[in-house]
C-alpha cells in the first residue's frame, strides 16, 4: 500500500503535536499547520487535509481550495461535532467529520479511506478538456496526428528552385 501524505490544520500546538506523532508510521509525511491560509504557501499535490472544525474554518477553507482551484479532500474534526455542524461540513465537501476526542485508530481508518476515495474519483470534465484552445493540454491526440503529418508534407520546403518560368510565344 502506498503511504499517502497528510496536511493537519489545527491551532492547538499540543494537539497538533500528538496527532502528528501518532501519524508518523502510517504517512510519507505529515505537515502540521496552525492556519488554513498558510496552505497558499505550499500546495501539496496529493495530500489528505485534517482540519479542526472551529468557527468558520470549513467555510473559509473551501473558499481558499475554491479560489486557487486545488481539489484535496479533507476530513473535519471538532470537540463540538453537533449534527448541524457535521452535515453542513459533509455538505461543503469534507470526506469525513469526526468528533474529538477520537480514537487513534479510527483517525487513521478514516483518513486512509478518505485518501483511497478521492485517488479512484474520476476527474472532472472540466479537468480533462478545457473549451478554450488556449488552455487545452499540448497533446497531439492520435487521430489527428495523421492529418498533421499529412499537412507537413504538402507545405514542406522543396530543394527546387521557384524562379518564375518566361512563356513561350
Known amino acids: 500500500m502506498e503511504r499517502?501524505?497528510?496536511?493537519?490544520?489545527d491551532s492547538d500546538v499540543h494537539r497538533r503535536a500528538k496527532i502528528s506523532h501518532e501519524l508518523t508510521n502510517l504517512a510519507s509525511y505529515v505537515i502540521p499547520l496552525e492556519h488554513y491560509s498558510e496552505l497558499t504557501?505550499?500546495?501539496p499535490k496529493d495530500a489528505?487535509?485534517?482540519v479542526e472544525d472551529s468557527g468558520g474554518t470549513i467555510d473559509s477553507l473551501c473558499r481558499l481550495l475554491k479560489m486557487h482551484q486545488k481539489d484535496l479532500p479533507?476530513?473535519?474534526?471538532s470537540a463540538e461535532a453537533s449534527p448541524l455542524r457535521r452535515s453542513a461540513a459533509l455538505l461543503k465537501g469534507a470526506g469525513a467529520y469526526l468528533p474529538w476526542p477520537c480514537g487513534i485508530e479510527e483517525l487513521k481508518s478514516t483518513l486512509l479511506s478518505v485518501?483511497?476515495?478521492h485517488a479512484t474519483k474520476a476527474p472532472a470534465p472540466s479537468e480533462l478538456e478545457s473549451v478554450f484552445p488556449q488552455m487545452a493540454p499540448n497533446v497531439i491526440r492520435p487521430q489527428e496526428d495523421a492529418g498533421?503529418?499529412?499537412m507537413r508534407e504538402l507545405w514542406r520546403a522543396s530543394n527546387e528552385s521557384h524562379a518564375p518560368q518566361a512563356y513561350a510565344e
Open 115 to 117: 485518501a483511497a476515495s
Open 148 to 150: 498533421l503529418r499529412q
Open 4 to 9: 499517502s501524505q497528510f496536511v493537519l490544520i
Open 41 to 43: 504557501q505550499f500546495w
Open 74 to 77: 479533507f476530513v473535519a474534526f
Open 48 to 50: 489528505v487535509l485534517l
